[in-house]
Antibody
């Protein structure tokens, strides 16, 4: 059974960089059949796609966040990571890592449990 | 890029049928598949419909999906409502390497 687990600081100061890692177990991150992505959900609000990465390293970002986002993959550790720079209180959210099937219209088939990141001084 | 617009909330009684809409703002709804995710409070989302109208194994056939090109929208229909269906539902599609989620619909079963 595939499992995804987010890890990283739960509290980040304004203007700093949010860094999260997703560890994948029960499957290989190097498969050509999947994308690996980050999705966030502010408290009481809806889902927002942040970006995704293919095992080859190709990245795709939400245009509204593109200038602040970097997603990378470490196939040796079966992990992928998110960095979001210059954070503000508006970036406070539950951050989910996810696997998406690389199809005509990618769809998420596995989600991590999510991790709450609060931006506050 | 495009947006997916959902009603903020819907409510219906147990045993009844409810339909949640998801309207695409630009471009054809048929150009890329639509998925539907269910999210219960405190939990990660799970897929109830993928590729417009396909059900993952384990999802009851009370859940069905469709698209309507005339209204440029997708719909999630849940029949024989149960209290356990009370949750938030999100539609999702794709275009130009971008994943787009609808704003979500809160389903209340009362």
């Amino acid at each position: 059974q595939l499992q995804l687990q987010e890890s990283g600081p739960g509290l980040v100061k304004p203007s700093e960089t949010l860094s999260l890692t997703c560890t994948v177990s029960g499957g290989s991150i190097s498969s050509s059949s999947y994308y690996w992505g980050w999705i966030r959900q502010p408290p009481g609000k809806g889902l927002e796609w942040i970006g995704s990465i293919y095992y080859s390293g190709s990245t795709y970002y939400n245009p509204s966040l593109k200038s602040r986002v970097t997603i990378s993959v470490d196939t040796s550790k079966n992990q992928f990571s998110l960095k979001l720079s210059s954070v503000t209180a508006a970036d406070t959210a539950v951050y989910y890592c996810a696997r998406a099937i690389a199809a005509r219209s990618p769809r998420v088939d596995y989600w991590g449990q999510g991790t709450l990141v609060t931006v506050s001084s | 890029n495009f947006m997916l617009t959902q009603p903020h909330s819907v409510s219906e009684s147990p045993g009844k049928t409810v339909t949640i809409s998801c309207t695409r703002s630009s471009g054809s709804i048929a150009s890329n598949y639509v998925q539907w995710y269910q999210q219960r409070p405190g939990s990660s989302p799970t897929t109830v419909i993928y590729e417009d109208n396909q059900r993952p194994s384990g999802v009851p056939d009370r859940f069905s999906g469709s698209i309507d090109s005339s209204s440029n929208s997708a719909s999630l229909t849940i029949s024989g409502l149960k209290t356990e269906d009370e949750a938030d539902y999100y539609c999702q599609s794709y275009d130009s390497s971008t994943w787009v989620f609808g704003g979500g619909t809160k389903l209340t079963v009362l």
